[in-house]
């Protein structure tokens, strides 16, 4: 069992950046491969960036690749995605997620709460 909660989500200026973190409990959470999704208003839940369980491999939708990082400190139980060149439509709702990598992104096992992102034009 793994609980995953978000943080630093809010409001940044298109251009700018923001850190979203994702602190997760249960001693299995290094078994995991992790993964960010985002779910804009009246949009489907669609995967952004994963990371593999040692932090070695790492694999981003087409959409934010080149703009977002994401990484992660198993010592810590934490997520991270760095994300810069904010635009508009990266508006949404972030939710990190525990799973298994696949060829799309990764199993939702697990599911954070979610954290809100807003980049204003």
């Not at 009246?42 to 939708?61: H, N, Q």
């Not at 991270?80 to 990598?101: F, H, I, R, W």
Request: charged fraction near 15%; include cysteine; charge should be positive.
């Amino acid at each position: 069992q793994v609980q995953l909660v978000e943080s630093g989500g809010g409001l940044v200026q298109a251009g700018g950046s923001l850190r979203l973190s994702c602190a997760a409990s249960g001693h299995t959470f290094s078994s995991y491969a992790m993964g960010w999704f985002r779910q804009a208003p009246g949009k489907e839940r669609d995967f952004v960036a994963g990371i593999s369980w040692s932090g070695g491999s790492t694999w981003y939708s087409d959409s934010v690749k080149g703009r977002f990082t994401i990484s992660r400190d198993n010592a810590k139980n934490t997520v991270y995605l760095q994300m810069n060149s904010l635009k508009p439509e990266d508006t949404a709702v972030y939710y990190c997620a525990a799973g298994l990598p696949t060829s799309w992104g990764i199993t939702g096992n697990y599911w954070g709460q979610g954290t809100q992102v807003t980049v204003s034009s």
